[in-house]
């Protein structure tokens, strides 16, 4: 069946260290991956996205990372800033028109 | 920088009664959905509609739900008559010019039903 789930449901990190969420998706035929960052009480902000026909792709302090064959994505978060302080949201995105989302990572940065 | 509007913010209502969510998409964009996250849980989907059709639609979008472009610019889901476990937030999402381009959310409508 479809799913899409995350492999730990918090992360704290260090302001200013580097962060990486984890996501597990287990449909192979999907052909499109996106990070969202859902702040509290805000809808799902894009972060970058990532086809199926590629294994990497960089943005500003972010880095999304594909790997078809254990059907694992993840996100870097470089650098981090208080401002990162989010619930982060892998979703996928397989033949017909809606985003399948996981569970969320909160990502605390700690002072 | 264009976005998705959504109003009200939060919308309270009795169980039975009928809300009408709104939401004005992005202008140049052409597919729409509702998406819901209870509280606590995942975003889920609910619907697409592109061409002033439903494209696509999830299981819990039952014949209580209805979906609207009324003019070139607002979009609606209509609940008709609301149950509890209706309360949830319920994102406005678009896209430009088909389904795997990005999909941008509105701020969202929390929707109380007491």
């Known amino acids: 069946g479809e799913s899409v789930g995350l492999h730990l449901p918090t992360l704290s990190v260090q302001e200013g260290d580097n962060s990486i969420i984890n996501c597990a998706y287990s449909?192979?035929?999907?052909?499109?991956f996106i990070w969202y960052k859902q702040e509290s009480g805000k809808g799902p902000q894009f972060i970058i996205d990532?086809?199926?026909?590629?294994d990497k792709r960089q943005g500003q302090r972010v880095t999304v990372l594909l790997n078809k064959t254990v059907k694992h994505l993840s996100l870097q978060i470089a650098a981090t800033q208080p401002g990162d302080s989010a619930v982060y949201f892998c979703?996928?995105?397989?033949?017909?028109?809606?985003?399948?989302f996981g569970t969320g990572t909160r990502l605390t940065i700690i002072p | 920088e264009p976005e998705v509007t959504q109003t009200p913010s939060h919308q309270v209502t009795q169980m039975g009664q009928e809300v009408i969510l709104r939401c004005v998409p992005i202008?140049?964009?052409?597919?729409f959905y509702w998406y819901r996250q209870i509280l606590g849980q995942k975003v889920e989907f609910l619907v697409s509609?592109?061409?002033?059709?439903?494209?696509?639609k999830s299981e819990i979008f039952d014949d209580q739900f209805s979906v609207e472009r009324p003019d070139g610019s607002n979009f609606t889901l209509k609940i008709r008559s609301t149950k509890l476990e209706d309360s949830a937030m319920y994102f406005c999402?678009?896209?430009?010019?088909?389904?795997?381009?990005?999909?941008?959310f509105g701020p969202g409508t929390r929707l109380t039903v007491l």
């Open positions: 449909n192979s035929a999907s052909d499109y």
């Open positions: 990532i086809r199926s026909n590629m």
């Open positions: 202008s140049n964009h052409l597919y």
């Open positions: 979703a996928e995105h397989f033949g017909n028109e809606k985003l399948t």
């Open positions: 999402a678009s896209s430009a010019t088909k389904s795997t381009d990005t999909q941008y």
């Open positions: 509609f592109y061409n002033n059709e439903i494209s696509e």
